[in-house]
């Protein structure tokens, strides 16, 4: 009996964590896929006979749907400028918290990282008093140096803007103690070593520090790729889209269509759509990290 619960017992531990990631994972997925393919709304909740399996339908409506089309865009927007400011910044003050010598350094780990792990909707709340375009302290301080009020959230593309600098805000954080952490695992005897040989700062960053941090570059890279696809948290609570559907990702796309309209089938859709988006780019990344060379 003791040999048995032995040769079980990594099961078993393992098996609460499994059953609950099928539960709220794996299950959820193929029920989403599912429903793609219906006109699920809350009739249909309330009666599974008013489920008509419709096809198709939903795919090809959903790349018809200028607002759909809109958010894609948006989401685009999103990843193609937060994605390389995030890596850039968490990697840069990684970098001088390691390799700084002040005592200031060691208070910068708390300043950049709190706001990672503050709730999203007081961080909201603040930024919505900064970004008020009468009273907001980012127009005050503009007007002090002459410059104009700016629109942070009523022009369509200075809003956008606006959502990546609070979006970015919150994410430096938590990618900074992942490059961190990476940095205090390279041995010091290396830059010893090139100092020696007479290679300069950047050299030693170019030729030890970088090609070192690249399975951390990597990881950072893929799952904070994932995370900017999935922006919602703060279109939703700062401008719920607007204006003109200028700030609608397409986390809020389905939100919108499932929690505020009821369209779970055209939801559903939209989510397969999402999660496809995710696994390619992925897979990409998989595909590029694979090819690079070992060091």
């Not at 100092?195 to 520090?209: E, H, W």
Request: proline fraction near 4%; charged fraction near 10%; charge should be negative.
């Amino acid at each position: 009996m003791k040999q048995f619960l032995n040769d079980r017992a990594p099961y078993l531990l393992v098996a609460p964590t499994v059953l609950l990631l099928l539960m709220f994972s794996i299950m959820p997925l193929f029920i989403a896929f599912f429903m793609s393919f219906t006109d699920m709304d809350l009739a249909g909740i309330a009666n599974w006979a008013n489920i008509e399996w419709i096809g198709l339908a939903n795919y090809i409506e959903i790349f018809k749907d200028e607002v759909f089309i809109q958010a894609l865009l948006n989401t685009i927007v999103y990843v193609v400028i937060g994605v390389p400011i995030v890596i850039g910044l968490s990697l840069a003050i990684a970098m001088a918290i390691n390799f700084g010598t002040g005592k200031v350094f060691e208070w910068f780990r708390v300043v950049f990282y709190m706001p990672s792990i503050t709730n999203v909707v007081a961080v909201a709340v603040v930024w919505g008093f900064l970004f008020n375009p009468q009273y907001g302290l980012f127009n005050f301080l503009l007007n002090t140096i002459g410059l104009p009020d700016v629109p942070w959230l009523q022009d369509p593309f200075i809003a956008k803007l606006s959502l990546i600098m609070l979006a970015v805000w919150r994410a430096v954080g938590i990618n900074m103690i992942i490059f961190l952490a990476a940095l205090q695992g390279i041995p010091r005897t290396y830059y010893e070593a090139a100092a020696l040989d007479g290679a300069s700062t950047f050299q030693q960053m170019f030729k030890i520090t970088i090609p070192l941090l690249r399975y951390a570059i990597f990881f950072v890279t893929v799952t904070t790729l994932i995370g900017w696809i999935q922006f919602f948290e703060e279109p939703l609570i700062m401008t719920e889209g607007g204006p003109l559907n200028s700030t609608t990702s397409l986390a809020l796309f389905i939100y919108n269509n499932g929690f505020q309209l009821s369209n779970f089938g055209y939801a559903a859709a939209g989510s397969v759509v999402l999660f496809i988006l995710i696994i390619t780019v992925t897979l990409i990344q998989f595909r590029l990290q694979k090819n690079e060379n070992n060091y």
